[in-house]
């Protein structure tokens, strides 16, 4: 479906057979209109629902569950600025493992290290989670100051830092993939027949027709 709503674009090939007085033109499908969706728009809840890809779902499974027909997984992938499903759908648990073993020699091996968020005694942030660190960090203390006792405390470095193993990097990054934007069903219509729309040709001095304009190479 998403395929019959992309125009079309007439190219003008030149002259490739005798007597070359007579252009010869190909018909193909303009895939130069590329729709990427602001990502502020996930911030208006009442269009969407959060949603978490699991090991059993595809778009076109996701779809028919979501809008009654598995041909508009389309929907799905271009409000969630998926370009190709190979690479930007996440990877069943079983894939990824298959995988991370032929990337690395030993997946189980560390890659770097994470630190832990902490605070002081008053809840303050004294050191953001998810921050990536290396060893030397890990195995040496860290200092801070504790607007609570007016102190500055120290920890070890392994207290506030966790290894991360490739397999686990990996899983991470795919688990980044599971979360993904539904649009509502009350939407959903509307949705389309805007996407519907905004593929149509206006007049211009390539227009043919609405789903038609020429262009030469």
């Not at 809840?45 to 508009?72: K, M």
């Not at 902490?118 to 942030?125: E, F, Q, T, Y």
């Amino acid at each position: 479906m998403y395929f019959s709503l992309i125009p079309d674009l007439q190219y003008d090939l030149k002259p490739t057979k005798y007597p070359f007085n007579t252009s010869d033109y190909q018909r193909v499908k303009n895939f130069f209109r590329r729709f990427k969706v602001n990502e502020d728009l996930f911030d208006y809840a009442v269009f969407f629902t959060q949603y978490n890809i699991t090991d059993e779902d595809r778009p076109d499974l996701l779809a028919e569950r979501a809008y009654g027909s598995p041909f508009y997984d389309w929907v799905i992938l271009l409000l969630n600025n998926i370009i190709n499903p190979y690479e930007d759908w996440p990877q069943t648990e079983y894939n990824l493992k298959k995988q991370v073993s032929l990337m690395y020699d030993d997946p189980d091996a560390i890659k770097h290290y994470e630190t832990l968020e902490k605070k002081d005694s008053k809840g303050a942030i004294v050191l953001k989670g998810g921050l990536i660190v290396d060893q030397k960090f890990n195995t040496s203390p860290f200092k801070y100051y504790d607007s609570g006792t007016k102190t500055v405390i120290q920890v070890s470095g392994s207290s506030i830092s966790i290894p991360i193993s490739y397999f686990q990097d990996e899983q991470k990054k795919n688990d980044e993939k599971r979360k993904i934007y539904l649009l509502k069903g009350a939407y959903f219509s509307a949705f389309v027949n805007e996407f519907r729309e905004k593929n149509l040709y206006t007049d211009s001095s390539d227009y043919i027709n609405k789903q038609l304009k020429k262009t030469g190479i």
